[in-house]
């Protein structure tokens, strides 16, 4: 009898795709702004920064365990981080402290549904079946 890869449920693969994109983008898009404006003060570190996630976020996909334990701790205390910090600066009055207390909610968000939904689950549950079998 022959084993056979199960075949990941689409549910949860577009969910678990979707949310590493969210979590890419919502780290990317401030970079991308200040680029655009021209300001390259530290571009040769945040570039390392975007990469070293997006290999992260894609190895999660491919179904590494560790690289999935690392994201979802990084998404929540970054998330809480950023709250606090845009709690903080929201008392101010400025505008830009809630706009960071919305990016923290995001961060959190994501990486509690990684963990949380049933169709994320399962399909992680695949890929993670897959990637022990690859490393035998």
């Given amino acids: 009898m022959s084993r056979s890869t199960p075949k990941p449920a689409p549910a949860g693969q577009t969910m678990t795709r979707t949310l590493l994109l969210l979590i890419l983008l919502t780290a990317a898009v401030p970079v991308l702004g200040r680029w655009i404006q021209g300001d390259f003060a530290r571009w040769l570190s945040n570039a390392l920064i975007l990469l070293a996630s997006a290999w992260l976020l894609w190895n999660v996909d491919k179904g590494s365990v560790l690289a999935w334990r690392v994201t979802t701790g ?56 897959s990637w022990r079998r690859g490393k035998r």
């Fill in 74 to 129: 990084l998404s929540i205390i970054t998330g809480v981080l950023a709250l606090l910090v845009g709690l903080i600066a929201g008392q101010e009055g400025t505008w830009g402290g809630w706009v960071v207390v919305v990016v923290g909610l995001i961060f959190m968000g994501c990486g509690l549904l990684l963990v949380g939904l049933p169709d994320v689950r399962a399909y992680l549950d695949t890929r993670w079946a």
